[in-house]
């Protein structure tokens, strides 16, 4: 479960993140978080994950209380939380393998796990066969497919896709939100972040809507009405 109380995060020099947030999201659900931009979406990605701690307010992630987090105990935090963000942020002179395998590899997977994980990933995101692949040598969504595969390496309840279709085409985005889709059904929280209206009212799950750093809209099998 993902539980935050009263959070406030204020940038210097009087900039808003979220105001007063209250936000509950239950095991295995599928929600959509939308709103223009500037409205706080980026600050709740950054506080689920620790990068960003709250001014105020407290933040609890599976009876986890990350409000206050210890440096240390970030990395532990983010085998737990998977993020997906728009910028692929893959490693150019590893192969698809080496890069998924790489996410293992810095939490000192052993090579035994790290050959039985990877390829059951890449198979989950229909990418068997591409293995030795370099990012350059695949298309923008095969890239985004690595970075989800990478993201499910450690396994985590979590999934948090902070506009994970923001540089594809339709068909693309199509794909990747079908693989969502099927990671959800397993049991994994799937938390999308997005501006892609037609992404949204698709979806028919949990729309919630932030403006001025707070919720403003929260619809079971909303729509994106902004």
Known sequence: MILLRGVNKI???NIVGVRDLYLQINPGEFVSIVGQSGTGKTTLVKLLIAEEKPDTGQITIGGWD????????VP????QIG?????FKLLPQKTVFENVAFALHVSGASNERIHHVVPQVLKLVGLEGKEERYPRQISGGEQQRVVIARALAHRPKILVA???TGNLDTLNTQEIISILKKIN?????????THNREVVNSLRRRVITIDGGTIVNDQESGKYVI
């Open 11 to 13: 940038y210097p020099p």
């Open 66 to 73: 990350i409000s206050n987090i210890r440096d240390s105990h």
């Open 76 to 79: 532990l935090l983010r085998r």
């Open 83 to 87: 993020v997906i963000f728009q910028d």
């Open 162 to 164: 902070d506009e994970p």
């Open 185 to 193: 059904e397993f049991g994994t929280t799937i938390v999308l972040v």
